[in-house]
């Protein structure tokens, strides 16, 4: 038998094991096709079935409105800080982004290189400890849409409500909080994540956009950077990232039986706040983040003493508890406690926190 640990990475992230040990089973032989997934023709009648398949279980556990496609791309998250502003953002338009952690200033850079972008709040002064309120948004009224990260992976925070931002359609990043718990599709223009946080394998990213938006790309762009072409091919103008859609295929399908996005939601709250209570508890170790700003995926936290902080990754290792080491650009630790991470591993992290407060508090 193997030794699964608890694994907090915030992505490439810990996976169901029912999820693993059923790619395992059908490794050789998926479904009686005599061949795995990964070696099928994408053309093929099975993988066509397949890929149908996953797009349903999407649009049911998502609820996902007939007025939007979906689209299983490449490049990752990354690659949609370009292709938004080439088919959202005309000649002549500006487009407004808040930018509220690391990727969404990503997201703000690279779209300035496709035209004008406007900073509607910036709050990297504050270390991007918090969330904006609404109030605090500069909203330009003509803006072509409205770009945002909804959970910021690296500093701990979640935007607790969706902007209201007039006519300008909502775009959003959603890769560390897909699946997390229900969401309102019907609010956005346009969702993207990247798949290995919380729905399967790094090389797979998830585009959700409203059907009418599609259709303005930048002339002259490669077609695969054209939702609308991509749309047209249904995800196939070239080999999509098979294996990746088949593992959200099983993903997916866990979900449901653990009773759809509303059980996920719920558990994922419970989990967060075993956590936060240990933090808010502990005079050793502080939670940077605005209470209500909290993320329910990625709990940041350190002591302030950079040694006791790797001595407690150190221990944590030794248990079992794995990358929890905070990003280089906070310090401190991290917890990534996806869909995945099953509550066992966030009771056995606060019961350390605790214990080595006692040792070293
Ligand atoms: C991980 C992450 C990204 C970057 O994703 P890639 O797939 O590596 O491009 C972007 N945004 C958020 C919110 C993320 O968590």
């Known amino acids: 038998m193997s030794q699964r640990v608890f694994n907090f990475s915030a992505g490439p992230a810990m996976l169901p094991e029912a999820v693993l040990s059923r790619a395992a089973a059908e490794m050789l032989d998926c479904r009686g096709a005599?061949?795995?997934?990964?070696?099928?023709?994408?053309?093929?009648?099975?993988y066509a079935a397949i890929i149908a398949e996953v797009e349903a279980a999407l649009r049911?556990?998502?609820?996902?409105?007939d007025s939007y496609r979906v689209l299983f791309l490449q490049g990752g998250a990354t690659l949609q800080f370009s292709m938004v502003p080439l088919t959202l953002l005309p000649e002549g338009a500006s487009a407004d982004y808040a930018i509220t952690g690391e990727f969404s200033g990503k997201a703000y850079k690279e779209a300035r290189k496709v035209g004008p972008v406007r900073e509607a709040v910036n709050l990297k002064g504050e270390n991007y400890a918090r969330i904006p309120a609404q109030s605090e948004l500069a909203l330009d009224p003509a803006a072509a849409y409205f770009h945002y990260c909804m959970n910021n992976t690296i500093f701990g925070t979640k935007w607790p409500y969706i902007p209201d931002t007039g006519a300008a359609p909502l775009v959003a990043d959603v890769s560390s909080c897909i699946l997390s718990e229900p969401l309102d599709v019907s609010r956005f223009g346009l969702l993207y994540a990247g798949a290995?946080?919380?729905?399967?394998?790094?090389?797979?990213t998830v585009v959700i956009l409203r059907e009418d938006l599609a259709g303005h790309a930048r002339e002259g762009i490669p077609g695969l950077l054209d939702y609308a072409v991509q749309i047209k091919s249904g995800s196939m103008l070239n080999t999509p990232p098979t294996y990746g859609i088949y593992i959200l295929g099983l993903v997916l399908d866990w979900v449901r039986a653990q009773g759809g996005l509303a059980a996920m939601g719920a558990r994922n709250r419970e989990k967060a706040q075993v956590l936060y209570d240990a933090l808010d508890a502990s005079k050793l170790f502080k939670a940077p983040v605005d209470k209500g700003s909290r993320s329910l995926m990625n709990v940041t936290f350190f002591t302030g003493d950079p040694a006791l902080d790797d001595k407690f990754v150190g221990?944590?290792?030794?248990?079992?508890?794995?990358?929890l080491k905070g990003h280089r650009a906070v310090g401190g630790m991290r917890?990534?406690?996806y869909n995945a991470m099953p509550r066992a591993g966030v009771d056995k992290?606060?019961?350390l926190i605790r214990a080595f407060e006692k040792e070293n508090g």
């Open 60 to 65: 049911d556990v998502m609820n996902i409105p």
């Open 34 to 46: 005599g061949m795995s997934v990964m070696e099928m023709s994408h053309r093929s009648k099975e």
């Open 196 to 204: 290995q946080k919380n729905m399967g394998p790094a090389g797979l």
């Open 349 to 351: 992290l606060a019961d």
């Open 335 to 337: 917890a990534s406690i």
């Open 315 to 323: 221990e944590a290792a030794a248990q079992g508890l794995v990358s």
